[in-house]
């Protein structure tokens, strides 16, 4: 099994800047593509973003360009995510996953494991 933890969330102006971070433990291997998402309140969960650390590969949702940054620090099996410029839109359950494969995806369906999430709320 592979367990993920995700922190860093919080209440927080617009405007601020947060750096949330997912750790892996576990079965965990080097070669899972990992990817961000998040759930606002009525919402389904989105794609946020995704790292491919044999590749090198990141992608981001068009809604976050240029404001969300994923990084990943390989020797503690923890990858990032720093939200800058936060807007009330940005309010939400930020989560973690993990395929077992090296691939990009932006569907949920096709991640395996998954962290418990942490709360991002921005107010105005």
């Known amino acids: 099994q592979v367990q993920l933890v995700e922190s860093g969330g919080g209440l927080v102006q617009a405007g601020d800047s947060l750096r949330l971070s997912c750790s892996a433990s576990?079965?965990?291997?080097?070669?899972?593509?990992m990817g961000w998402f998040r759930q606002a309140p009525g919402k389904e969960r989105q794609f946020v973003g995704g790292l491919d650390s044999i590749g090198g590969g990141i992608y981001y949702a068009d809604s976050v360009k240029g404001r969300f940054t994923i990084s990943r620090d390989n020797a503690k099996n923890t990858v990032f995510l720093q939200v800058d410029s936060l807007i009330p839109e940005d309010t939400a359950v930020y989560y973690c996953a993990a395929r077992t494969v090296a691939f990009y995806s932006e569907n949920t369906y096709d991640y395996y494991y998954w962290g418990q999430g942490t709360q991002v709320t921005v107010s105005s």
């Open positions: 576990g079965r965990f291997r080097i070669n899972y593509f």
